[in-house]
């Protein structure tokens, strides 16, 4: 019984070390360095990265432009009646010039013909507000442009690391688990980068269009109520 007890002994503790050996063994501690993880994904990531920077420069750039542009109009509109109801169109031409809007723009167009043929002041409010329009929508084209060749680069970028690992193979006839994942899922970065990147301009493009289509309906608004100041006087 006394020689059991001292076996026990020895082997529990031996056991117990053993099985945190193992552990230790099957889970080691990982840290993942996502800088060098992004530099594994092949010659694509350098370019798509500068569509990236470029993306959230034209991003930056056109939201405090048409910010500052589409400030609202209703309180230009109502100091452009005050003055024109009291007679006073170059004091109301210089409320609208003051403003610094893309609508104190568009008033100052009518206002300055106020006078002629109410179809021509109407033309040429339509003509600038297309003017403020277009001003608005500038570099919007390159969004899209990046919405669509990003995901292809990163794309272009996986194939042709699939490619080179499936020589690799060939060459070296070594078929294992290892060497596939190992090299796919660094190719794979590239797809996933460029994904993102199009995600961001693509969502910049459709959320400056919804803002520019609210300015124009507001736009609209706007001339109807210049309209009826210059016509009716209310």
């Known amino acids: 019984m006394t020689n059991l007890?001292?076996?026990?002994?020895?082997?529990?503790?031996?056991?117990?070390?053993?099985?945190?050996?193992?552990?230790?063994?099957?889970?080691?501690?990982?840290?993942?360095?996502?800088?060098?993880?992004?530099?594994?994904?092949?010659?694509?990531?350098a370019p798509i990265l500068l569509l990236l920077f470029f993306t959230l420069y034209v991003i930056i750039e056109r939201a405090l432009y048409i910010s500052k542009a589409s400030k609202d109009s209703d309180k230009l509109i109502?100091?452009?009646?005050?003055?024109?109801?009291?007679?006073?169109?170059?004091n109301a031409q210089m409320a609208a010039a003051r403003a610094g809007t893309a609508?104190?723009?568009i008033l100052e167009s009518g206002i300055s013909l106020i006078g002629r043929p109410l179809s021509e002041i109407e033309g040429m409010m339509e003509k600038q507000t297309n003017v403020e329009i277009g001003l608005m929508e500038k570099k919007l084209g390159w969004l899209g442009l990046v919405a669509?060749?990003?995901?292809?680069?990163?794309f272009i970028g996986t194939i042709s690391g699939v490619i080179k690992i499936f020589y690799t193979i060939s060459v070296t006839e070594n078929i294992s688990i290892g060497s596939i994942s190992g090299g796919l899922y660094e190719k794979m970065i590239s797809s996933g980068l460029g994904l993102i990147?199009?995600?961001?301009?693509?969502?910049?493009?459709?959320?400056?269009?919804?803002?520019?289509?609210?300015?124009?309906?507001?736009?609209?608004?706007?001339?109807?109520?210049?309209?009826?100041?210059?016509?009716?006087?209310?």
């Open 5 to 45: 007890i001292f076996l026990l002994q020895d082997t529990i503790p031996a056991a117990v070390a053993d099985s945190t050996a193992v552990a230790t063994t099957a889970a080691p501690e990982t840290s993942v360095n996502y800088f060098s993880l992004l530099m594994k994904g092949g010659v694509m990531v």
């Open 103 to 105: 609508s104190g723009n």
């Open 197 to 234: 990147v199009g995600v961001v301009a693509y969502s910049g493009y459709h959320f400056f269009n919804m803002s520019i289509d609210s300015f124009a309906l507001r736009v609209q608004k706007a001339v109807i109520k210049f309209v009826n100041i210059i016509t009716v006087g209310k």
């Open 78 to 90: 109502d100091e452009v009646r005050m003055h024109l109801t009291s007679g006073k169109i170059e």
């Open 148 to 154: 669509g060749i990003a995901p292809i680069l990163g």
